[in-house]
T-cell receptor, first 114, second 110 residues
């Protein structure tokens, strides 16, 4: 979606290394999300943030960390504690004020283990 | 039980056919419902929101059945370009938290 930038597009992680995935938005949306998608599967929620300086764990938060210091930015760190990090990572935003406001997605980061 | 369940398919249909997918959800308090389309190795893109009274957008019609807790997507006059995976999305008790189905794959053949 226009207005949501994820980088890098491809990322390789070495054993024991932490890596950080970037997500920036200029849509002025309150809520931001990180999802993980494994091949042939649906999206699973890692973390989400409804407002600056606040975030909640999703269903698979172990081995990941986030911060929300600015409204525009919601970086995701994949730590060495995440033993199976290979996946397609998607960042989404949502205006978040009313029902039936959809999420909008960046074009994703593919993470692989070296 | 999964929060959102979909038939994975694939649904293989000829061009011009009408095809329908259902998606069931477990939380009776859910209030936000969406259909997304995802092409291979791409991000999901919003197809349409689903409103209580049902809604239509061109060849696409979405319906919500609260009593039976499912949403449906009907595609009329299928095009080759409709080939994709269709994801249904439902919110949880938390206003801003959503669950995705695993997707239904559609293949439209010439």
């Amino acid at each position: 979606d226009g207005g949501i930038t994820q980088s890098p597009k491809y990322l390789f992680r070495k054993e024991g290394q932490n890596v950080t995935l970037s997500c920036e938005q200029n849509l002025n949306h309150d809520a931001m999300y990180w999802y993980r998608q494994d091949p042939g599967q649906g999206l699973r929620l890692i973390y989400y943030s409804q407002i600056v300086n606040d975030f909640q764990k999703g269903d698979i938060a172990e081995g990941y960390s986030v911060s929300r210091e600015k409204k525009e930015s919601f970086p995701l760190t994949v730590t060495s504690a995440q033993k199976n990090p290979t996946a397609f990572y998607l960042c989404a935003t949502r205006e978040g004020r009313q029902f039936n406001q959809p999420q909008h997605f960046g074009d994703g980061t593919r993470l692989s283990i070296l | 039980r999964k929060e959102v369940e979909q038939d994975p398919g694939p649904f293989n249909v000829p061009e011009g056919a009408t095809v329908a997918f259902n998606c069931t959800y477990s939380n009776s308090a859910s209030q936000s419902f969406f259909w997304y389309r995802q092409d291979c190795r791409k991000e999901p893109k919003l197809l349409m929101s689903v409103y209580s009274s049902g809604n239509e957008d061109g060849r696409f019609t979405a319906q919500l059945n609260r009593a039976s807790q499912y949403i449906s997507l009907l595609i009329r006059d299928s095009k080759l370009s409709d080939s994709a995976t269709y994801l249904c999305v439902v919110n949880s008790d938390n206003f801003n938290k959503f669950y995705f189905g695993s997707g239904t794959k559609l293949n439209v053949k010439p």
